[in-house]
């Protein structure tokens, strides 16, 4: 029993962090109809705007936070669009797709030649106090980060279902031509959902760097975990990408124990096939209306 | 085909045959390389460039055909034998995978075939009684013909050009096919083609199988020509690199993997002068290249042309709608 | 770009005429980039370092050392090419790959072409070849194994272990080599956990130890993936001890995994702590020039540039098969040989004797508790 509500916790605690960059996703496949393929990558550099500002400038940490997110909402969100995003747009989404292949890798190879190859501690958030329940071992953190996750999606559906703002922007993903006749503002619509992306990357990183450390690598971890979470929960629906990565992190500690060590990454990537299969909208997610 | 063409034709094969004339072994090598990914782009780029699906297995498809490979031919049976099973299995595995992906919506293949090319590398890994695990196949035999050896590299250039030819006369043929001109038709009006009671479906399924199966083939030539097989080798970020190859080159331009496919294997070389950042470099030209040119350099290579010749170019739909994701 | 081609062109001409001096090219094949330029860069700073001493010195027998570098990307297809196009390129001996996977590949080049090879790998399979041409700077992870296995078995007294690995092929070398080991010492498996490169969660494998019945955890995974591990095992209140080899020890490890490294006992073949005089100075030159300290795989590149130096120099000439015949059985005392820092034999299939220690994660910092013998 204690052991059952362990791998349970912990892993919720590490699905709501996967949760976080999954909701990137179903973002940017709304505004724009791609897969952002450095989304893991998006998630891995924030981490070393904080070890920057704290290292190099002596910050301390919560300035450097604070800094990183901002720094994060300028690259990855507005010069992601301006840049990258906005002059493809119009060619479809194929090269698009290419695109971020490419800006992934470039991501990853400047940490690793300006800043290290290896991997680095990031300092932790929350106490690390460890406290019992139930013979399961929980710390601070791990209820921390499964709280600000949980927040911050839950406060993000709210945004979009309640605020004008919000529902102008499901209004231009759902379909832009009509948004605009109805006298939507798309492009900065869109722009605000960039905008997000790169503040939920940021919080991801500063969430999942202290247990999971900061390293260039990390991107193609995170962002394959993300993207099946995206897709099992639902691609089009925020809280898809919230249930898909709790499932996926829960997933992945029940495959460990209970069925094969080995084979532990197969199991989410059953549950796509299957949930492809049978339920293609994801678990939570409703029929897509546009006809690609 | 006109007389200029076959000319052209004819010229390409004589500098192919005369390349490896006094280079380096280790250029012999990269050529041999390069045809290799030629092929497995070539298969790429008729499900993508043609059918425009996008498939993230073709690492994957390049791994079944290499271990299948070299199974039966570390166990003595002749490489051609080899090959025909690597081909046939890959065609197989491509109509089972592709046949429900398909049937669901449009742009599911490329999420069922990114989760199958990662399950193909867990099987690789994991089943080490069969595929040797992480340790993976060591020295796969060289194949013989009739009394031609191919064992030094040169002789083995020379081997894989000859595949190399076979697999792009297949696969020319495939295009110019009425079926291939179908799918023309379906790129450059999908709705039209549907009217005209071209059954879509079955033939995006096809052109998947038959693109996975020309992965199969490259793999069957990979594993001699290595002479060395380990899962990490076909893994999802090599399908991402071979993605890049043919978009980079020009997906649906029937040279465009092949000139792909050239770029990415000899960049470091090319790039060798920025030292360490040859990657970095390499990924910022493709992201100005995707934004100044999204058909890739044969399309930028086309629009030039036909800046010059014609003053007004056609828009080409596949990108609008055929390869939307 | 012309200018400075002018200016290369005149300074060539100048030396030309002033009596060039003689180059020996010395290739170091290495993961620039991939999963492995971790480990890559680091065995490439080293190795930089002892030639660029080397050249200070006077070079190899008068003449100044050209290093060529090559990326062989992590990736055993091209690290084979890029040991081909070094052959090619006339290189004289050949340094590198760290990553096993590659060198077990690149190997088979290097010995068809005749060119003797010091590898960073510590793959058991690499010498287990009869491959005449390969020679580690650093001995394979099967010797390490005993030491840890005896260590386990009479210094803890344990008879169940856990053995929690990277399922990765340096893993999978390591976990097979332990597990030859526990049959010797009559030590149970009590549990057996491959894990996953870049796994996060680590939550499942220490809930299995914990309900294993171990009393005592051998572990053997990348830096990272180790300190990850930690990490969960002192959250989770693990209270077994737990020994590793050389990667569990390291400093990197350490620093990473801060508090939870504590207590964590390691076999080194290499550390910049070892009390050695030789190898304290070579971390004060390597932390000076390149802001961090060397780890295993600096000094191992440090060792394998001037194993090239003294070897050659012993035959007289630039002479490949001499080389190979020269290194095989060859046995080098440090007092006489300070480029290879501790005393070392090479056996004849290039596999390395060398002392080793046993040290223990105390307050931060490796402490060594131990000196082992070479075996």
């Known amino acids: ?292 | 085909m006109s007389w200029l063409r076959i000319a052209a034709v004819l010229a390409a094969i004589v500098v192919l045959v005369l390349a490896p004339m006094g280079q380096t072994t280790y250029f012999v090598y990269v050529l041999c390389s390069w045809l290799v990914f030629s092929i497995a782009a070539m298969g790429l780029n008729l499900t993508l460039g043609y059918a425009g699906q996008v498939s993230l297995a073709q690492a994957a498809f390049m791994g079944i055909g290499a271990y299948v490979t070299s199974l039966m031919t570390l166990a003595g049976i002749h490489w051609i034998f080899a090959v025909f099973a690597s081909v046939t299995s890959c065609f197989a595995v491509g109509l089972i995978l592709g046949y429900p992906a398909l049937r669901v919506q449009h742009h599911f293949l490329a999420f069922v075939t990114l989760a199958f090319n990662a399950l193909v590398f867990l099987v690789l890994r994991n089943e080490e009684w069969l595929t040797g695990g992480s340790f993976g196949l060591v020295g796969m035999p060289r194949p013989e013909f009739l009394g031609f050896k191919t064992g030094t590299q040169t002789q083995f250039y020379y081997f894989v050009l000859v595949c190399f030819l076979i697999a792009t006369g297949i696969m020319a043929w495939i295009i110019h096919s009425p079926w291939g001109r179908a799918f023309k038709a379906l790129r450059e009006n999908p709705i039209r083609a549907n009217s005209l009671g071209l059954n879509t479906r079955r033939m995006t399924l096809l052109a998947f199988a038959i693109g996975s199966a020309f992965g199969g083939l490259a793999g069957a030539i990979q594993a001699p020509l290595v002479q060395f097989i380990e899962p990490g080798s076909f893994a999802l970020i090599h399908s991402l690199k071979l993605l890049l190859m043919v978009v980079v080159g020009g997906s649906g331009f029937f040279l465009g993997p092949i000139l792909g496919a050239a770029i990415v294997v000899l960049l470091p070389e090319l790039l060798r002068f920025t030292e360490g950042y040859y990657l970095m470099v390499y990924a910022l030209m493709v992201l100005v290249l995707m934004v100044f040119s999204p058909t890739g350099l044969f399309g930028l290579g086309t629009r030039f042309w036909q800046r010059l010749t014609r003053p007004k170019q056609v828009e080409r739909g596949d990108l609008k709608q055929g390869a939307s994701l | 770009m012309l200018k400075r081609y002018l200016v290369g062109l005149a300074m060539a001409v100048t030396i030309g005429v002033g009596g060039a001096q003689a180059q020996v090219k010395i290739a170091n094949i290495a993961e620039l980039s991939g999963a492995g330029a971790a480990a890559g860069t680091v065995w490439k700073d080293g190795v930089d370092l002892a030639v660029d001493e080397i050249n200070a010195s006077g070079g190899i027998l008068g003449q100044h050392i050209e290093l060529m570098e090559y990326d062989s990307q992590t990736d055993p297809q091209n690290s084979r090419a890029m040991v081909q196009k070094a052959i090619d390129d006339g290189a004289y001996v050949l340094l590198g790959t760290v990553y096993s996977s590659s060198t077990v590949v690149n190997m088979l080049v290097a010995q068809q072409n005749g060119y003797p090879q010091l590898t960073g790998s510590e793959a058991p399979a690499i010498t287990q070849k009869g491959n005449p041409f390969i020679f580690r700077t650093a001995f394979g992870s099967q010797k390490g194994m005993p030491k840890i296995g005896a260590y386990l078995s009479f210094g803890l007294k344990a008879s169940k272990v856990a053995i929690v690995w990277a399922n990765t092929e340096y893993g999978k070398g390591g976990h097979d080599a332990f597990v030859d080991v526990t049959k010797e010492f009559n030590l149970e498996i009590a549990a057996d956990l491959p894990t996953e490169q870049g796994q996060a969660d680590f939550s499942a494998d220490v809930v299995k130890i914990k309900n294993s019945g171990a009393d005592a955890v051998f572990a053997f995974m990348t830096e990272e993936e180790s300190a990850r591990f930690l990490i969960e095992a002192e959250k989770q209140g693990l209270e077994l001890p737990i020994a590793g080899d050389t990667v569990l020890g390291s400093q990197k490890v350490i620093d990473l995994a801060g508090a939870a490294a504590e207590g964590v006992m390691s076999h080194v073949g290499l550390s910049a702590d070892a009390p050695v005089p030789t190898i304290q100075a070579m971390d004060k030159k390597f932390t000076e020039r390149f802001g961090y300290r060397p780890d295993h795989n600096a000094i191992k590149g440090y060792i394998g540039a001037y194993a090239i130096k003294y070897v050659t120099e012993m035959v007289g000439e630039f002479d490949r098969q001499k080389f190979a015949d020269t290194m095989h059985g060859l046995c080098l005392q440090a007092k006489e040989y300070p480029g290879l820092l501790l005393d070392i034999c090479w056996d004849q299939n290039g596999e390395v004797s060398r002392e080793s220690f046993l040290v223990q994660v105390t307050n931060g910092q490796q402490q060594i508790v131990q000196t082992l013998p070479a075996n």
């Open chain 1, 1 to 292: 029993m204690a052991e059952f509500l362990q791998i349970m916790i912990s892993g919720l605690a590490a699905g709501a962090v996967y949760a976080l960059a999954a909701v990137g996703f179903t973002l940017l496949w709304q505004a724009s109809q791609a897969i952002n393929f450095a989304q893991g990558e998006f998630v891995m550099l924030p981490a070393f705007f904080v070890l920057i500002g704290t290292g190099y400038f002596g910050l301390p940490l919560w300035v450097a936070i604070l800094l990183a997110i901002v720094i994060s909402i300028l690259v990855l969100g507005i010069a992601f669009k301006k840049l990258v995003v906005e002059p493809m747009l119009p060619h479809g989404t194929l090269p698009l797709v290419i695109a971020t292949i490419a800006l992934g890798l470039l991501m990853k190879e400047s940490v690793k030649e300006f800043y290290s190859a290896q991997g680095q501690p990031f300092p932790p958030l929350f106490p690390q106090t460890v406290f019992e329940v139930f013979g399961a071992a929980i710390s601070v953190q791990d209820v921390c980060n499964l709280l600000v996750s949980l927040l911050v999606i839950l406060g993000l559906q709210m945004f979009l279902q309640r605020s004008r703002t919000g529902r102008s922007m499901q209004a231009t993903a759902q379909n832009p031509a009509v948004a605009e006749i109805l006298g939507v503002d798309v492009k900065k619509m869109v722009m605000y959902t960039f905008i997000i992306n790169g503040f939920l990357a940021a919080i991801a990183s500063i969430l999942i760097s202290p247990f999971y450390l900061a390293k260039f690598s990390n991107g193609e971890t995170l962002g394959l975990i993300a993207f099946i979470a995206a897709i099992v929960g639902g691609f089009n629906q925020i809280r898809g990408a919230l249930v898909g990565g709790l499932l996926i992190g829960v997933l992945d500690n029940l495959a460990a124990a209970y069925v094969s060590a080995q084979y532990r990454a197969a199991v989410p990537l059953i549950l796509l096939i299957v949930i492809i299969m049978v339920r293609p909208q994801g678990l939570v997610g409703t029929t897509e209306g546009r006809a690609v």
